[in-house]
């Protein structure tokens, strides 16, 4: 395992909104260096939030950050020399070209003559927006756009690249392309990239660790296959006719609970799910068991874990259930 310093390290980071709302509740990470570290979360996590302090665009209530070994408090002109940040809204100015955004982004962090062009035909190039080069940035494709704010990122050539959202508002085809291009700037030398997501896909395809953050804080970390490892056998899924409140969730669990095979039983709304050492064996307990306790199932779905899986059992809710539901300063958890 690598020695080298932490190219990102947050420690108990803390942020309150006015109004209460409690962004960041202790948030903590260690990204090593040269590593592609994916921020996972539903929609008000809290993910944002840390990009903007790891990026000197925010400073947090309490706690420390440092960023390519410089403290972003202490130090938060070094840390913008140091990093690239593609934000979830462009920078790009949509009257100009693209040639000419890189150019006055490439001035702007001190490169000029011969080294700037040289710099930005290779971004051009490496985008595949040589092309496009000559137009105004607003007659650009959604995915274009976003290749261009990657590119602006990058122009200086930081030591750790913050892509916010890469892929919010791609359709699947530009999704896919982006995917690509990141997975190949991951094999840059010594590039850093921190993604934030809301995609399960997009941080098990992309992210050699992942932090899956709930609330404003990290409920757990690791590899994406490291963490599903951690979910022994298989999941089983029943959606219930019954809705919320018609059926007792806590008979039902006790009752699921004492087979031997089937732990971890939940029930979120109408969705019950258990993790089961083999789900063809487990399946039709659980029917039999809700027959007997009233309830009646519209669908049993039996899958090997996912990240979704992942999140549940450490935020204890599925992630399409999860968006926007912030923490509330002294609010009960
Ligand atoms: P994410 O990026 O994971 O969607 P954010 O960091 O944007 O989450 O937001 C975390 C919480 O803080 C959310 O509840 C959000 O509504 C709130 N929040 C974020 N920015 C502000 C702000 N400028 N003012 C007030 N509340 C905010």
Not at 37 to 49: C, M, V
Request: aromatic share 4%; net charge neutral; charged share 25%.
């Amino acid at each position: 395992m690598s020695t080298a310093p932490p190219a990102v390290e947050a420690s108990a980071l803390t942020k309150t909104y006015p109004g209460k709302v409690t962004a960041l509740d202790g948030l903590s990470l260690t990204v090593r260096p040269g590593t592609v570290f994916g921020l996972l979360g539903p929609n008000g996590a809290g993910k944002s939030t840390t990009v903007k302090i790891l990026t000197t665009l925010a400073r947090p209530d309490s706690g420390s950050a440092t960023v390519a070994g410089h403290d972003v408090l202490r130090h938060p002109d070094r840390v913008r020399r140091a990093i690239g940040v593609v934000a979830q809204r462009s920078g790009a100015d949509p009257v100009a070209t693209g040639r000419e955004n890189l150019l006055l982004q490439g001035r702007l962090y001190g490169l000029r003559g011969a080294r700037l062009t040289a710099r930005v035909q290779e971004l051009l190039d490496r985008f595949a927006l040589a092309d496009a080069a000559a137009r105004p940035v607003k007659t650009y494709s959604g995915g274009m756009q976003r290749r261009l704010d990657v590119a602006l990122g990058l122009v200086h050539r930081p030591e750790v690249l913050f892509l916010d959202e890469p892929t919010t508002g791609l359709d699947p085809e530009a999704r896919t392309a982006m995917w690509e291009e990141i997975g190949r700037l991951a094999g840059d030398e010594g590039l850093t990239i921190v993604l934030t997501t809301h995609y399960l896909e997009e941080a098990d395809r992309l992210a050699e660790r992942i932090a899956i953050v709930d609330r404003g804080r990290v409920v757990t970390t690791g590899t994406p296959d490291g963490l599903k490892a951690e979910l022994r056998g298989d999941t089983v899924q029943v959606e219930l006719y019954e809705a919320p409140g018609e059926v007792d969730a806590r008979l039902l669990a006790t009752a699921l609970g004492e087979f031997a095979g089937i732990r971890e039983v939940t029930l979120d709304g109408r969705r019950l799910s258990a993790r089961a050492d083999d789900g063809g064996v487990a399946v039709p307990a659980v029917l039999a068991v809700l027959q007997r306790e009233g309830a009646r199932a519209a669908s049993v779905t039996v899958a090997r874990p996912s990240l979704d899986d992942v999140y549940l059992r450490h935020a204890g809710r599925r992630f399409a259930d999860a968006d926007s539901v912030p923490a509330l300063a002294g609010g009960a958890r």
